[in-house]
């Protein structure tokens, strides 16, 4: 029997939804208030039919609708809606959807993957591969949570269940604040004369969120206000420990506080795997490899080429989600490249 799901929301993560549910065998409705956005979605195949507003959308017979919109979207969707279907949101705030209205069944989610970019264009089925992606408690049946898990599993995500108050306060801390963290350092750094000049990788790496849609992360960070300013005055007294430290001519302390962020950084499992390509210096190998990617349909989280020591070719180093990397090694050598140790 075939599946039938409606996506409201067909940005970044509406998107990749619609595109890894097709490939599980779904049919995907779709709806977005812009209809650009929309158009652009069905454009690259995340959605098989267009509805013409949110209604059409969730009164068509579909076994599940997911909210793909911003918290705010959620919450007044979510208000809207008088049906027996199951009701899936995946925004980044929990709490301040579930104090709200919902439907008779609702199953509060987030999926932790993203990425930088916005739109469809930026979409991936492979997305969520190998991602947590959380599952609130909160007021579900264990029937539903049960159903979502299932559907979870065929994005290829791994579930999580918890409370909204526990989501908020893990993500406010290991999400929200990065955000803030990074725009402020992009900001002070672009008001020092000549320092963004000698900006290299290290600085990138860390600010690389900052480049992130500004519209979507107010949402989240004002639904999300307690707990992200808890982590802004947990951080500061951490800093203001280091200031202390360093004022005092503390070696002691500043090495131990860098030790600690060192060994648990190093404790964290690494999040890609990397495979190496060695390619020559001849026209149309990256082409190539640009193939491969598309063949193998992977989510790309890193490019880095190393050239060879006396000019011509190098190695180039792809770091893919874990459960990834077979596929993206059997693409590069049906295009005939060679991998390298």
Do not use: C, Y
């Amino acid at each position: 029997m075939t599946r039938r799901v409606a996506v409201s929301g067909t940005g970044l993560i509406g998107s990749s939804i619609g595109l890894a549910l097709q490939r599980a065998g779904w049919v995907v409705h779709g709806w977005d208030p812009d209809h650009d956005v929309l158009e652009e979605a069905a454009a690259i195949g995340a959605i098989h039919q267009a509805a013409e507003s949110f209604e059409d959308l969730v009164t068509a017979p579909v076994d599940v609708i997911i909210l793909a919109g911003p918290p705010s979207a959620v919450i007044d969707q979510a208000a809207r809606l008088a049906t027996d279907t199951l009701v899936v949101d995946v925004a980044g705030v929990k709490s301040a959807v579930v104090a709200n209205a919902l439907p008779t069944r609702f199953v509060g989610t987030h999926p932790m993957a993203g990425r930088e970019v916005t739109g469809p264009r930026g979409a991936s089925p492979a997305l969520f591969r190998g991602a947590t992606w959380v599952l609130v408690t909160d007021g579900a049946a264990t029937t539903d949570l049960d159903e979502a898990e299932q559907l979870l599993r065929e994005l290829g995500a791994e579930p999580l269940r918890m409370t909204a108050a526990e989501h908020d306060a893990a993500v406010a801390m290991i999400s929200h604040l990065p955000q803030v963290l990074a725009a402020a350092l992009v900001n002070e750094a672009a008001d020092r004369t000549k320092t963004l000049d000698l900006v290299a990788g290290s600085f990138r790496d860390l600010t690389r969120v900052a480049a992130s849609d500004p519209a979507l992360w107010v949402d989240l960070l004002g639904n999300n206000a307690a707990e992200v300013n808890a982590a802004i005055a947990d951080l500061q007294r951490r800093l203001q420990r280091v200031t202390e430290a360093l004022e005092a001519g503390d070696a002691e302390s500043v090495r131990a506080f860098l030790s600690r962020g060192q060994e648990v950084r190093r404790s964290l499992a690494p999040p890609v795997v990397a495979v190496r390509v060695a390619l020559a210096d001849e026209p149309g190998e990256l082409a190539r490899v640009g193939r491969a990617f598309g063949a193998s349909a992977v989510d790309v989280r890193d490019l880095q080429l190393r050239h060879a020591p006396h000019g011509g070719g190098g190695v180039l180093t792809v770091s893919v989600r874990p459960g990834e990397a077979e596929a993206l090694r059997t693409a590069l050598i049906d295009e005939g490249l060679l991998l390298a140790d």
